[in-house]
């Protein structure tokens, strides 16, 4: 059968596992690794479509549990679908909607079933389950879909860990047999902790399911960046090298270089917009605070040598006095050059991989960025 999301692995680094590849769906192509903004309600923060392409992104994602709160699944689907809904044409990404469902939602009740859980918009009670999970992800209509699993709040004994791997592994199966829509791929997440056995247990029974795609999934809730880096060691090589490899909510560019030299292709964050919205802007030399007064007369871009819209166009002086009269313009400026440096980090990285220098690139960027 052909798939509707399908991985083209390109190369792979002389030194390392990373690798260069191209993914494929029904609204077009994108080069990886690969970055994904986060739109969590049907909208980047503070930018358009448009500004959004131009800043590099070609595959966005959006949360299924905030659209089908508000406004829904059907009326996003009255109005002609995700992809027309927000004006964008390229690939998109949902996820299941669980992880809202667990931390947003209040009081969470798990059972096997699903969860139960009170909307943080108006308190009705809800259900989530792995079909309607699927379901409510086919009727939005993105290009990816997510399995609904659990990921439990950590720290958390092994014995919990183990559970919800188990659950996450039943529930998968059982989005499987709800997925309907052929022209959809739906991604198995792999669950587990830091515990390297359960991360290998539930990579082993989602791959022998044969999923489109993989993702990993609990690993930005709060463990530390080594446990990160064993967790992605241990999974990532098990998982299929023809098709694509996901991880969840990482988009610090020293984690993000760390994750592709373990072989991961696609990234997601609301790192970069979060940050812009808090005057914070990321460079190849670390994090620059746009509030601080050391910037007030300084007449360079954010960054020298990049050619984002606000380092063509804007000095640090003006940027920073934005923020301080509480103008708009100021986080969407950040914004923006937030996501042109890391798609801008993503090509380097394609770019050292194909070369065969992926191993002295990653140690010259972690040096210059810092801890």
Same mark, same amino acid.
């Given at each position: 059968m052909t798939r509707p999301v399908w991985f083209e692995p390109l190369a792979v680094d002389?030194?390392?596992?990373?690798?260069?590849?191209?993914?494929? &769906?029904?609204?077009?192509?994108?080069?990886?690794?690969?970055?994904?903004?986060?739109?969590?309600?049907?909208? #980047?923060?503070?930018?358009?479509?448009?500004?959004?392409?131009?800043?590099?992104?070609r595959m966005i994602l959006a949360n299924t549990y905030h659209l089908a709160l508000r406004p829904t699944a059907e009326v996003v689907q009255t109005l002609g679908g995700l992809h027309r809904f927000m004006n964008w044409d390229g690939p998109i990404l949902t996820d299941s909607g669980g992880f809202q469902a667990f931390s947003l939602a209040g009081t969470s009740k798990l059972t096997e079933h699903g969860v139960k859980f009170r909307s943080h918009i108006d308190g009705r009670l809800l259900e989530l389950t792995p079909e309607s999970a699927v379901t409510i992800q086919e009727t939005l209509g993105a290009d990816v879909i997510m399995c609904l699993d659990e990921?439990?709040?950590?720290? +958390?004994?092994?014995?919990?860990? +183990?559970?919800?791997?188990?659950?996450t592994i039943r529930w998968a199966q059982r989005c499987k047999d709800a997925h309907t829509r052929a022209d959809q791929s739906l991604f198995g997440i792999v669950q587990g902790a830091s515990h390297e056995d359960l991360r290998a247990e539930c990579a082993e029974a989602l791959v022998a399911m044969d999923f489109d795609g993989y993702a990993i999934g609990?690993?930005?809730?709060?463990?530390?960046?080594?446990?990160?880096?064993?967790?992605?060691?241990?999974?990532?090589?098990?998982?299929?090298?023809?098709?694509?490899?996901?991880?969840?909510?990482?988009?610090?560019?020293?984690? #993000?270089?760390?994750?592709?030299?373990?072989?991961?292709?696609?990234?997601?964050?609301?790192?970069? &917009?979060?940050?812009?919205?808090? +005057?914070?802007?990321?460079?190849?030399?670390?994090?620059?605070?746009?509030?601080?007064?050391?910037?007030?007369?300084?007449?360079?871009?954010?960054?020298?040598?990049?050619d984002c819209l606000a380092c063509r166009s804007f000095s640090r002086g003006y940027i920073r006095h934005l923020f301080i009269a509480n103008e708009m313009l100021g986080p969407i400026l950040a914004s923006i050059h937030n996501l042109a440096y890391l798609h801008r980090l993503t090509r380097q990285i394609r770019e050292a991989i194909l070369d065969g220098r992926f191993v002295p690139f990653r140690a010259e960027t972690l040096e210059a960025l810092g801890p």
């Open positions: 002389a030194g390392s596992p990373a690798r260069v590849g191209r993914l494929h &769906t029904p609204h077009g192509s994108l080069e990886t690794p690969a970055f994904m903004p986060v739109g969590t309600q049907g909208t #980047i923060k503070g930018l358009t479509p448009s500004m959004v392409h131009d800043a590099g992104a990921c439990p709040a950590l720290p +958390a004994e092994k014995p919990a860990i +183990a559970s919800a791997v188990a659950r609990g690993v930005s809730v709060g463990e530390s960046r080594e446990d990160v880096r064993k967790a992605l060691e241990v999974t990532t090589p098990l998982l299929p090298a023809n098709k694509p490899r996901y991880l969840m909510g990482v988009g610090r560019p020293q984690d #993000i270089i760390d994750a592709v030299a373990t072989g991961i292709d696609v990234f997601d964050c609301v790192l970069p &917009t979060r940050n812009g919205r808090n +005057a914070t802007c990321l460079t190849a030399k670390g994090q620059v605070r746009m509030r601080n007064a050391i910037h007030k007369t300084d007449t360079r871009p954010i960054e020298e040598g990049c």
